[in-house]
């Protein structure tokens, strides 16, 4: 088993929808999560960063943590073409000193 | 502000060569990471460096070791290359006591 598991998709849905994403993991000890868009052949750009459990929002961007569950998700309000990309959710148990365990990435493909 | 910047962009080796890829970090930023991301994956966490020192190290073989200078800009050398290792070379920095991690654009590294 992988330490975190992300469905790698595609993921197709029509604009304006709402978009879920999700990552499980399996080491209790993490406790920082982040969420990164990745473009053909770009670097990952950071979207939201969480501590420990909870909710948090940023625009059409929500992320939640449900430590108990192991279950990260993202959602994405009113989807728009632009946020075609591979979405990586990423995580760490001391933060900045430690280094990321990343899901596979899922891709994400917004239909006009 | 510049961002993390990452030299070469695209890189094309033989195998049983060496390799050495450049970083610099955000301004501000004292810690550098590096990843290698294969195509279809997400990215793997090679090693840390802070203070000019390794902090941390992921599984990766000691054909992979790296530096840090004082100005924090970072490199990251490859000896002995292999196919397997053609893959997207990430950067990240960090701020000082700070979580979030910033990628640069990459280093597409092709071993032929």
């Known amino acids: 088993q992988k330490e975190v598991e992300q469905d790698p998709g595609p993921l197709s849905v029509p604009e304006g929808a709402i978009v879920s994403l999700n990552c499980t993991y399996s080491n209790s000890a993490f406790q920082y999560f982040m969420w990164y868009r990745q473009y053909s052949r770009k670097g990952p750009e950071l979207l939201m960063y969480?501590?420990?459990?909870g909710n948090k929002e940023d625009g059409r961007f929500t992320a939640q943590v449900d430590k108990s569950s192991k279950y990260i998700s993202l959602f994405i309000r009113d989807s728009q073409p632009s946020d075609s990309a591979t979405y990586l959710c990423a995580m760490s148990a001391r933060g900045g000193a430690d280094g990321l365990t990343f899901g596979k990435g899922t891709h994400l493909i917004i239909q006009p | 502000d510049a961002g993390v910047t990452q030299s070469p962009t695209h890189l094309i080796k033989t195998r049983g060569q060496q390799v050495t890829l450049r970083c610099s970090p955000k301004?501000?930023?004292?810690?550098v990471s590096w990843y290698q991301q294969a195509l279809g994956q997400g990215p793997q966490f090679i090693f840390q460096?802070?203070?000019?020192?390794?902090?941390q190290r992921g599984n990766f073989p000691d054909r992979f070791s790296g530096h840090q200078f004082p100005n924090y800009s970072s490199e990251l050398n490859v000896n002995a290359l292999l196919l397997g290792d053609s893959a997207l070379y990430l950067c990240?920095?960090?701020?000082?006591?700070?979580?979030?991690?910033?990628f640069g654009q990459g280093t597409r590294l092709t071993v032929v």
């Open positions: 460096y802070y203070e000019e020192e390794e902090r």
């Open positions: 969480t501590y420990s459990s």
């Open positions: 301004s501000g930023h004292d810690t």
């Open positions: 990240a920095s960090s701020p000082p006591w700070g979580t979030e991690a910033f």
